[in-house]
């Protein structure tokens, strides 16, 4: 065997694990809204209030336990913990296909939340094997298994809850981690060498201390408070999407998996080729504005519509939307130094964890509170309309901001953005909706 085959295996492996993780967590959102249906006996409206503890509570796990795993990983390597967190989300997915109660899915939620922290450990990975001019192709692909994931997922998913009940995608998910685990056993080597491991520190492990430490840039922290706006609203993707779409238009699995799929495919397209093209010709500043503008006209089209197959003319403006990610990256990190690079990132990461705590909180029980009987005013499109004010002020906020950008007229440059910064945190990362 070459001494390039254990990293050629390993890059196989990374890539497969990302892929498999993205699509474990394509196959079950479709299925929630029946599954908890099938638990409780509530209606979709009522059962997103569930939904959104599920989904709340895998956010605050990874959120808090990303600093500990990242630690653990350097201070007993790498593939230890990107193993663990592979029989995690085994034992996660069987929890949830078998559990007879609530409480077993949310407990199954919570183990996926701290083995889901393992992602950064990927990332670290990729890096001890890559040479760096090689590292932006390499996080490429990676970004294309997110893609590839989300796209197939909810596809499969909706027809397998269709043909075989709610709990049938969680079985598959199940046996798609399990595989890869095996997979990883055999061929996954160690990374990290032993004289670059370091001690566990639990002082490094505080998951406020990115946010903190940008207190030291004034215009990237006003930036953070537009980004935790834009992604407070954009949870109500995640954290609606089947409950409204099954409560609303009647949809079924296999329906939900559909709206997914395109909203997968539009995203892909518009960030794998639209951005390259037209945020250089736009500039930074102007595909931001233009892109929050285009993300409230269809948070509120989202709550207006009223027939099913409008829902696929908004996916595709709104997919326009996804202009403004990179740039607003490229504004950011022209406001830090360069060793302060990775505290940015780890800054957006963190906000983009308390943005998927506090959001489905939040736009499940305005789902639910002005759908009901009780309702003072029928307005089962609330949680839209609630992503497009957010998305407003996070508008404002950024139009404050760009007052004291030092160079607002910079030339646009898209940059090599990792993975991480395009995910969305439900089951693992996914490709923005909007």
């Not at 099913?308 to 202009?323: D, E, K, L, P, T």
Request: charged residues 10%; proline residues 7%.
């Amino acid at each position: 065997m070459s001494a390039r085959t254990p990293g050629k295996h390993a890059i196989i492996f990374i890539f497969v694990t990302v892929l498999i993780d993205m699509i474990g967590f394509g196959l079950i959102i479709p299925v929630m809204p029946s599954l908890l249906h099938e638990l409780t006996g509530l209606d979709a409206n009522e059962s997103a209030v569930m939904g959104g503890w599920l989904m709340a509570s895998y956010a605050g796990m990874q959120f808090f336990f990303a600093p500990i795993v990242g630690g653990l990983s350097d201070r007993f390597g790498r593939k230890p913990v990107l193993l663990a967190a592979l029989a995690g989300f085994t034992i996660d997915y069987l929890i949830m296909g078998f559990a007879p109660v609530f409480w077993l899915l949310l407990a199954g939620r919570v183990l996926a939340g701290i083995f889901g922290a393992s992602y950064s450990t990927a990332n670290a990975f990729i890096a001890d094997i890559t040479p760096p001019e090689q590292r932006a192709g390499r996080f490429g692909m990676i970004g294309a298994a997110f893609g590839i994931g989300f796209i197939v997922g909810p596809a499969i998913g909706g027809f397998l809850g269709e043909w075989f009940g709610p709990r049938a995608p969680f079985f598959a998910a199940a046996a798609l981690a399990g595989l890869n685990l095996v997979y990883g056993l055999l061929v996954l080597p160690e990374t990290l060498k032993p004289e670059n491991r370091r001690g566990f520190d639990w002082r490094r492990a505080n998951p406020f201390g990115s946010i903190y430490q940008m207190r030291h840039y004034p215009v990237a922290l006003v930036l953070m408070g537009a980004v935790f706006l834009m992604l407070f609203g954009h949870a109500v993707y995640p954290a609606i999407w089947s409950y409204y779409s099954t409560f609303k238009f009647g949809w079924s699995e296999a329906d939900v998996g559909l709206s997914l799929m395109v909203v997968g495919l539009t995203a892909a397209i518009v960030q794998g080729g639209l951005t390259r093209i037209l945020v250089p010709k736009l500039g930074e500043w102007r595909a931001i504005i233009i892109s929050l503008s285009i993300a409230v006209a269809a948070y509120t089209a989202y709550g207006l519509v009223t027939e099913g197959w409008m829902v696929y003319v908004v996916i595709c403006v709104a997919a326009i939307g996804g202009i403004g990610q990179p740039a607003l990256q490229g504004v950011m990190s022209r406001q830090v130094p360069a060793n302060a690079q990775g505290e940015l990132q780890g800054a957006m990461t963190s906000l983009q964890s308390l943005s998927m705590v506090v959001g489905p909180l939040l736009m499940s029980r305005a789902f639910k509170y002005f759908s009901g009987d009780t309702a003072p005013v029928y307005l089962p499109g609330a949680p839209f309309y609630l992503a497009a004010v957010l998305t407003f002020l996070a508008l404002l906020v950024g139009l404050r901001a760009r007052k004291h950008d030092p160079k607002p007229d910079a030339a646009a440059v898209v940059p090599a953005v990792s993975p991480a910064a395009n995910a969305p945190v439900g089951s693992g990362p996914m490709p923005p909706a909007d």
